[in-house]
């Protein structure tokens, strides 16, 4: 059965940095919960103190309602997946998901059996005589994938599996985690530092920001209405505007709409005029930087240029896009 986690008020100090400011965290059973957040902000210190790798200075870690704090690692029924695979290279695939097996001296039959399902749902079932060294940085993540499963812990921590692939193996990389997480119905946490990952992958999103959690929510919910100024900065609002009688709103640059000579702002839009800074590539369009007349810089994007630096521009902002920050904190 998928069990549920809840840190309780865990702080955790290194010399001169609070990694863990009081954290309170429910990860839900059967659910991947993602913890998002910028280098540095307590994301790798939060999954060790969960995985017991390391002991919390203050605080519990309660693992289906039990105190886990004071518990070793190979007692808390944890499955990790790291970003280096961490595989044994001198083990075949088959040998490398073996191991945990084994270590719980499960009789040969039932080993021999869960590895050959731990292969399937990971699709590499034909590979399970190579050795790690042979394969792909996909299928090794997959291997690792097979082998913290198969185990069938408790919960399943995963500290940025995707982030040593290329860009394009990692996308396809998350429909698989994604598909793996829900067939098995493990209880996931998921470190990362990938907004689009996270807001692709998670169930519920903790944001975090200096050793606290900031916000936590449904993907859905923390990207539209983020809590604070610095979770809509950090989720890409990153124009900053006052709008009379709403007061100063956080606009994404793909909503912030440009007025070309001749066109009318839509209903229920607020208008800036402002000079065009700067132009640039960015493949599928340009991303445009204006300045307001009250020395604002606002970006935009626009699938095509045909504006140059220092060229005056009409901008819109429709309201509905524009997340209100008075009353919110910093
Ligand atoms: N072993 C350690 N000794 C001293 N300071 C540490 C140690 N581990 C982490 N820290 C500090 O604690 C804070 C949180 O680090 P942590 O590794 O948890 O962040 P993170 O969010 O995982 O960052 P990243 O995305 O860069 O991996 C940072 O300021 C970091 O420098």
């Known amino acids: 059965m998928a069990a549920v986690v809840r840190l309780d008020r865990v702080r955790h100090t290194f010399p001169g940095v609070v990694a863990l400011d009081d954290v309170e965290l429910t990860a839900p059973p059967g659910r991947l919960t993602a913890l998002l957040g910028p280098s540095g902000c307590g994301k790798t210190t939060l999954l060790r103190v969960v995985a017991g790798h390391l002991r ?21 029924d944890i499955g990790m997946v ?5 595989l044994f290279p001198h083990l ?14 499960l009789p040969r039959e ?19 005589g190579r050795r790690p060294q042979e394969l792909s940085g996909g299928q090794r993540q997959r291997v690792a994938l097979a082998r913290a499963v198969t185990i069938r812990p408790a919960v399943l921590l995963l500290d940025e599996p995707l982030s040593s692939l290329d860009a394009r193996l990692a996308v396809q990389m998350r429909g698989e985690l994604r598909r793996v997480q829900r067939e098995t119905g493990l ?48 989720l890409g609002y990153e124009n900053v505007l006052d709008i009379p ?10 909503h912030l709409g440009l007025l070309r000579p001749g066109d009318e702002a839509p209903g229920d839009a607020h208008v800036v005029d402002g000079t065009v800074a700067d132009v640039r590539f960015r493949g599928t369009g340009y ?12 970006v935009a994007v626009s699938p095509d240029d045909g504006l140059a630096p220092g060229a005056p521009a009409r901008l819109y902002v429709p309201l509905s896009r524009a997340v209100g920050l008075e009353g919110r904190s910093t």
């Open 110 to 128: 039932t080993v021999r059996r869960r590895v050959g399902e731990a292969l399937d749902l990971v699709g590499l079932a034909d590979q399970a």
């Open 245 to 254: 009688g709403k007061g100063p709103v956080a606009v994404r640059p793909e």
């Open 187 to 234: 209880t996931a946490i998921l470190v990362t530092h990938d907004q689009e990952e996270a807001l692709e992958l998670a169930d519920e999103i903790a944001i975090l920001d200096r050793g606290r959690v900031v916000q936590h929510g449904a993907p859905q919910e923390v990207f539209r209405a983020p809590a604070t100024r610095w979770v809509a900065g950090f």
């Open 92 to 105: 075949t695939v088959a040998g490398n998901v073996a191991f945990g097996l084994r270590m719980r001296r």
């Open 82 to 86: 790291f970003q280096s695979y961490a």
């Open 287 to 298: 991303t445009i930087t204006f300045r307001t007349a009250e020395g604002r810089s606002l």
């Open 56 to 76: 919390p200075a203050a605080g519990r870690v309660l693992i289906d309602g039990r105190d886990a704090t004071a518990l070793p690692p190979e007692r808390r």
